[in-house]
């Protein structure tokens, strides 16, 4: 079972290039995430997707578009990548969202590097 | 108050002791409530899910204590795989799922 997939796992971008990470499940979840990781500050909440044909901003949405491509698909795209944003990326997918969040299942993380 | 916080740690313990971890939330209509568990440079895993009756998977317990808004896990006769980072997730306001940025265990030989 793939269940959550991410692509590429390592990225290194010069500053103000531009790029799009790649995330598909194949759980048929509703639900689709993408959250930054820094050292000292955990992770984050870039983006999020309750259901197919909805995005919403999360803590830290500046400098990042998505797009729900379709339920199995969210990307993140940088449109003019930055050093802050320097991070590991890990993209995720639960089976609704909601007062009763059910749990989410996470890909394995996309490591970026912006000099 | 932050939306979800934790003691960082790190919590060192020898094998075959018990553990126990707090995280409190500022949500008081938080709903949702689990455990992950982070290897370094691995993504989160989730440990369990913590129910209002609080509940056990093993080695491992789960409580949830609404008046005072935290959560606990216990871990019980501790072994050297239990050495990670244990995450507190919450959702908070709008119903986000908050991260807490974890605490460090490691078990020690």
């Known amino acids: 079972n793939a269940g959550v997939t991410q692509t590429p796992k390592f990225q290194v971008l010069k500053t103000g290039q531009s790029m799009t990470l790649q995330c598909a499940q194949d759980m048929n979840h509703n639900s689709m995430y993408w959250y930054r990781q820094d050292p000292g500050m955990g992770l984050r909440l870039i983006y999020y997707?309750?259901?197919?044909?909805?995005?919403d901003k999360g803590e830290v949405p500046n400098g990042y578009n998505v797009s729900r491509l379709n339920k199995r698909e969210f990307s993140l795209r940088l449109e003019s990548a930055a050093p802050s944003q320097t991070s590991v990326y890990f993209c995720a997918s639960s089976e609704w969202a909601g007062p009763y969040n059910s749990p989410l299942h996470f890909g394995n993380g996309t490591r970026l590097t912006v000099t | 108050r932050k939306e979800v916080e934790q003691d960082p740690g790190p919590f060192n313990v020898p094998e075959g002791a018990t553990v126990a971890f707090n995280c409190t939330y500022s949500n008081s209509a938080s709903q949702s409530f689990f455990w992950y568990r982070q290897d370094c440079r691995k993504e989160p895993k989730l440990l369990m899910s913590?129910?209002?009756s609080g509940n056990e998977d093993g080695r491992f317990t789960a409580q949830l204590n609404r008046a005072s808004q935290y959560i606990s896990l216990l871990i019980r006769d501790s072994k050297l795989s239990d050495s990670a980072t244990y995450l507190c997730?919450?959702?908070?306001?709008?119903?986000?799922?908050?991260f807490g940025k974890g605490t460090r265990l490691h078990i020690l030989p």
């Open positions: 997730v919450v959702n908070g306001r709008d119903d986000k799922i908050i």
């Open positions: 997707s309750a259901s197919e044909g909805t995005t």
């Open positions: 913590v129910y209002s």
